[in-house]
């Protein structure tokens, strides 16, 4: 049995990532037993440098005198000592890094750390390849626990007693970001070519939205909701309901703004096609490793992408199963965690 503590910062999103590990993990085999402790993060940005500096100089024994300093995280809720600790996101790291000296177990970042020392952790498991100073594993997308298996079971309960529409395509819409930012005219050519595509096709729509969708975009859908475009509707700021796996079971293509790339990464691993929806402003720094990680899904099989201005010229695809590579990527980090000296 691997005990795994889980540091959520607060993000649904690194959260999905850190439950997606230990899920490639149970899907290799290992037994584990997971507990998951809230860090409430409130370091203001000025302060990082010099905490980072401080935990970087000081001795280990002192960290704990620390983490009050960075955030609120509550010890007693934690019952078993982990062999491993968790963490996605900037906001974590300094509890993980305490909590590893403290527990003297070993700790798995998910992600790319910087502007946080590497070394810091003992396994990175990383979207992209870099040269990072230890052990990593490359997933080419964003880790998720989403498998075509469980969308099956989820997705046949949420149907079941009611017939499941026919000839059904899936819209995850997102909404802007510090990288992404739609204007009003791709809003406006999004919800004409849903029309359009539903005409030309033949289809219906599953639609839902997510906490930065624009409460003016939410209004129209649902004034579209009562016509024969969309099959059903959900609208997160309304009404937020947990329906990313029954709209996944049922749909033939799935549509991800692209700024919602956790989305979009569960969406892959249902292996159903998937569009990413681009807008005409994006501020991706050339180089950076956001810039890597955008390219590297967008180039997965079975992925295409356009801009959201012009998504009806889309002629979705269909991706077979064998055009999608296994999650090799979990069978590495078993090989690490189990049979390595790294851990």
């Known amino acids: 049995m691997m005990n795994i503590l889980i540091i959520d910062e607060g993000s649904p999103g690194h959260l999905s990532q850190s439950l997606g590990v230990v899920s490639v993990l149970e899907e290799e085999g290992v037994d584990c037993s997971v507990e998951i402790i809230r860090f409430r993060y409130r370091l203001k940005g000025v302060f990082r440098p010099l905490m980072r500096f401080v935990m970087n100089s000081l001795p280990a024994r002192l960290y704990t005198r620390l983490l ?18 968790i963490s996605s996101g900037g906001k974590s790291i300094f509890a993980s890094y305490v909590l590893k000296h403290c527990y003297q177990c070993k700790s798995i970042f998910v992600g790319i750390p910087d502007p946080y020392p590497d070394r810091w952790f003992d396994l990175i498991v990383s979207p992209v390849k870099k040269p990072f100073s230890v052990p990593y594993v490359v997933t080419e997308m964003i880790p998720n626990s989403m498998t075509p298996e469980v969308i099956k079971r989820d997705g046949a309960e949420y149907w079941r007693g009611r017939d499941m529409p026919k000839r059904i395509w899936a819209l995850f819409i997102g909404g802007n970001s510090k990288s992404h930012h739609y204007t009003e005219e791709e809003w406006d050519a999004l919800l004409i070519h849903m029309v359009t595509l539903s005409q030309t096709y033949g289809i219906k729509w599953l639609v839902t939205t997510s906490r930065r969708t624009p409460l003016s975009v939410e209004e129209r859908l649902a004034t579209m909701s009562r016509s024969d475009v969309i099959e059903e509707l959900v609208l997160y700021n309304r009404e937020p309901k947990k329906v990313l796996k029954p709209f996944l079971y049922a749909a033939e293509h799935i549509f991800v703004t692209q700024d919602s790339l ?55 695809r269909h991706a077979q199963k064998s055009d999608r590579p296994e999650r090799e990527w979990g069978r590495r980090l078993k090989e690490i965690l189990l049979t390595s000296n790294a851990l």
């Open 68 to 85: 009050p300093m960075c955030g609120e995280l509550d010890e007693r809720l934690i019952t078993r000592t982990p062999d491993v600790i």
């Open 262 to 316: 956790t989305m979009a990464s569960e969406a892959y691993n249902s292996q159903k096609p998937v569009i990413l929806l681009t807008p005409m402003s994006l501020k991706i720094k050339k180089g950076s490793d956001f810039e890597k990680v955008v390219d590297t899904f967008s180039s997965l099989p079975g992925v295409n992408k356009v801009p959201m201005v012009k998504l009806n010229t889309c002629l979705p």
